[in-house]
Each structure stands twice: as C-alpha cells, then as structure tokens.
C-alpha cells in the first residue's frame, strides 16, 4: 500500500533549521502534486507549502521566506527545508501528496517542536 512517511522531526531552538522528508513508498507511483501542512496543539491544520510536480511552490504567508519545499522525483522523496524557526512553528507536520492513478494519500506526521 502507498504510503508517505515523514522524518526529520526534532526539538531545535528558535532560529535554527531542520530539514524534513516524505518517502512516498508501496509501489510504482509518480507524485502530482505535494505538500506539507502542521497542526498545531489546539488549531486546526493549516497549509504550509504546497507545490506541483516540477511547478512554483506557494507558501503560507507565516512561513514564507524562512522555509522551501523541493522534491526528488527520481527517489519520490519530497522535502521542506525550515530556516529561522520560530516558536509559533512548533507542530506536527504532515506531508500530503497526489498521485497520479491513486489520489491523495498523507502521512502520519512528524513532530518539530522549537524552544526559546
């Protein structure tokens, strides 16, 4: 079964990085489009970047500039650099792909928590 799995989550102080990735595993699949939305402890889930395929990314207004979403078809990896981390960017994040022939499948997260 197709299924993305997020890594790279940690504990890291505010202002510094942390790179996370989406191995989108379980079978021959090629990724339409991908994204990462977070959901904070008592918000909802909000957008963080989301980009097509060999496309322009968009980016939540709070994240732009400090973080980039890249892929690598080739591996079906997709990842979100995060700089500057703030705060506020503590939360689960989540990857969420679409693939062609299947539809959207996402992850089951990955914590970042950032500490002043």
């Known amino acids: 079964q197709v299924q993305p799995v997020e890594s790279g989550g940690g504990l890291v102080q505010a202002g510094g990085s942390l790179r996370l990735s989406c191995a989108v595993s379980g079978g021959i699949v090629r990724i339409n489009i991908m994204g990462w939305y977070r959901q904070a402890p008592g918000k909802q889930r909000e957008l963080v970047a989301r980009?097509?395929?060999?496309?322009?990314?968009i980016y939540a207004d709070s994240v732009k500039g400090r973080f980039t979403i890249s892929e690598d078809s080739a591996k079906n990896m997709v990842y979100l650099q995060m700089n500057s981390l703030k705060l506020d960017d503590t939360a689960v994040y989540y990857c969420s792909v679409d693939l062609y022939g299947i539809g959207n499948k996402w992850g089951k997260g990955t914590l970042v928590t950032v500490s002043s």
């Open positions: 980009m097509p395929s060999g496309g322009s990314a």
